[in-house]
């Protein structure tokens, strides 16, 4: 079993949907950080948390530490917001463990 | 601040050939990480650093060295390239463990 678990794995969306993303870790962790890579290859961190919510702009993060269980939401969804989203669970020196990754695809 | 730097972009090797990937950056940060990217399998943790003089394996650690000399630098080693290392490496770095990570725009390798 993977130790960073994403789902769903494909998700297609029309633009305006509200959009989530589950992760679920199963190992003790630092901080939970929610990335995101576009079809350029490029890597941005978007959130990283320990506890609670986090929002920017559209985008909303979760966590429940108790549950080991971390959602990513996306309100007024975009076709900009098409990408692959990674959930990353940080170990207690700096390195990352990663989810296979959600790619999303949103239509116009 | 140019973040985190690697070179080269692509990069074409035969078998058996070696080659460093060049990792940098220009934030002071003490975490510095390599991961290799393949389709289906997600990022996977090559070797990191906690520090200068520091370094320690990760999950995929066969066929390459690391060295962290300054603060700056974490320079990968692929000691005696093979097809199975085609993939495509990204470096990162943070200021500590419960800060964000900076990721690199990754270099493009393929072992022919």
């Known amino acids: 079993k993977n130790e960073v678990e994403q789902s769903p794995q494909n998700l297609t969306a029309q633009e305006g949907e509200f959009i989530t993303i589950n992760c679920s870790y199963s190992?003790?962790?630092?901080?939970l950080h929610w990335l995101q890579q576009h079809p350029g290859g490029g890597i941005v961190s978007l959130f990283m948390?320990?506890?609670g919510k986090k929002k920017h702009g559209r985008l909303i993060a979760t966590i429940n530490i108790q549950e080991k269980h971390s959602s990513l939401h996306i309100t007024a969804s975009h076709p900009r917001d098409s990408a692959v989203y990674i959930c990353?669970?940080?170990?207690?020196?700096?390195?990352?463990?990663f989810g296979k990754g959600t790619k999303l695809s949103v239509k116009p | 601040n140019a973040g985190v730097t690697q070179t080269p972009k692509f990069q074409v090797l035969k078998t058996g050939q070696s080659m460093t990937l060049q990792c940098a950056q220009d934030?002071?940060?003490?975490?510095m990480s390599w991961y290799r990217q393949d389709p289906g399998m997600g990022l996977r943790l090559i070797h990191y650093?906690?520090?200068?003089?520091?370094?320690d394996q990760g999950e995929v650690p066969n066929g390459y060295n690391v060295s962290r000399s300054t603060t700056e630098d974490f320079p990968l080693r692929l000691l005696s390239a093979a097809p199975s290392q085609t993939s495509v490496y990204f470096c990162?770095?943070?200021?500590?463990?419960?800060?964000?990570?900076?990721f690199g725009p990754g270099t493009r390798l393929t072992v022919t």
């Open positions: 948390l320990s506890s």
């Open positions: 990353a669970v940080g170990g207690s020196q700096g390195n990352l463990i």
């Open positions: 190992v003790g962790i630092s901080a």
């Open positions: 934030m002071n940060h003490e975490y």
């Open positions: 990162a770095s943070s200021y500590s463990n419960r800060n964000e990570q900076y």
């Open positions: 650093s906690v520090g200068a003089g520091i370094t």
